[in-house]
């Protein structure tokens, strides 16, 4: 991965200036391949890597607003991971600022803020984009229906699923890597 991505940084800066390629949205840059490092280097398990690569970059030079969302959105999964939960919600905060609407229907922006919901302290900052992506209406009703099963002794109807449901928008290992307690 890291080859491809040298050759790529390579092409890049040997031609200079952004190319705008057909059914690209931004063109290919420099700057758009390393968005695209930042993202394989989360995915490959490598925080500091991936945020290595993200200070490299200066988000005003990436081409269009969903990018400079991508962009913060990986870097903080890649502070999730790592386990620093403030830089994390700071860049869930840029990532929302520069595209809400992307950033709020993003599954992966959904699964993340879980994560942070369910594994340690809550902040304002993290309950307003909980509560902004949907997550938080989902978790809170969850738990409602588990509290109203334990009540009345019995499931309630729909109860179960919803509760599975609004669980399962968490990411099964955590916000950060950890494994999330299981309330069955």
Not at 82 to 102: F, N, S
């Amino acid at each position: 991965m890291r080859e491809l991505t040298s050759e790529a940084t390579a092409i890049a800066k040997s031609l200079g200036t952004v190319t705008h390629l057909r059914d690209t949205n931004g063109g290919f840059s420099w700057a758009t391949v390393q968005l695209h490092l930042i993202s394989a280097e989360n995915t490959a398990g490598d925080p500091s890597a991936a945020i290595a690569a993200a200070d490299a970059l200066d988000p005003q030079g990436l081409p269009t607003t969903e990018r400079r969302a991508l962009y913060f959105t990986d870097r903080a999964k890649a502070f999730a991971q790592w386990g620093r939960r403030g830089e994390c919600i700071r860049a869930l905060l840029q990532a929302e600022y520069w595209a809400p609407q992307e950033t709020h229907a993003r599954p992966a922006v959904k699964s993340l803020v879980s994560g942070l919901l369910l594994s340690g302290r809550t902040t304002p900052e993290l309950r307003g984009i909980a509560a902004r992506t949907g997550v938080l209406h989902s978790q809170l009703t969850g738990v409602l229906l588990d509290q109203a099963e334990g009540l009345a002794g019995r499931p309630c109807p729909r109860g179960g699923e919803r509760a599975r449901a609004a669980r399962e928008t968490a990411s099964p290992r955590g916000a950060f890597g950890g494994s999330v307690p299981s309330s069955s």
